[in-house]
């Protein structure tokens, strides 16, 4: 039951979810102002792929973030390759340089079909 004590109306609430959908939806800032927007990471964060650091945890990142972070970087078409053309596409994708390092020291021979091998590779649980 609505006591009628909102500032719009019903009608007028839609229209701006609607106005706004694209704007939300599209990715980009929403805001009018550049010093409003969040910063992006530094070249010399620390890699987030891995997750933060925490004092007896295990070096090898979790399956899912390290899958995450390649399927941002990596497309469809990247797949299959070795892990030289797969650190190529990872470079070109502009992927922390610490994933990188960790694709170009795989086996040399190994060939990945899909992110789901190369992400099992990477934790380490193939």
Known sequence: MQRGSARLSA????EMKHELQDL????H?????????????AED????WRGP???????????ATV???LARHLGRSDFPAAPGELAGALHRGQAPDALIQAVRRLPRGARY?????LAEALAGRT
């Open 67 to 69: 899958r995450l972070d």
């Open 113 to 117: 079909a899909n992110v789901q091998q």
């Open 45 to 48: 964060d620390p890699e987030i």
């Open 53 to 63: 650091v925490v004092p007896g945890k295990s070096e090898r990142p979790p399956m």
């Open 29 to 41: 800032p929403t805001r009018t102002e550049e010093w409003q927007d969040p910063e992006p990471p």
């Open 24 to 27: 939300l939806r599209s990715g």
């Open 11 to 14: 009608h007028r609430d839609d």
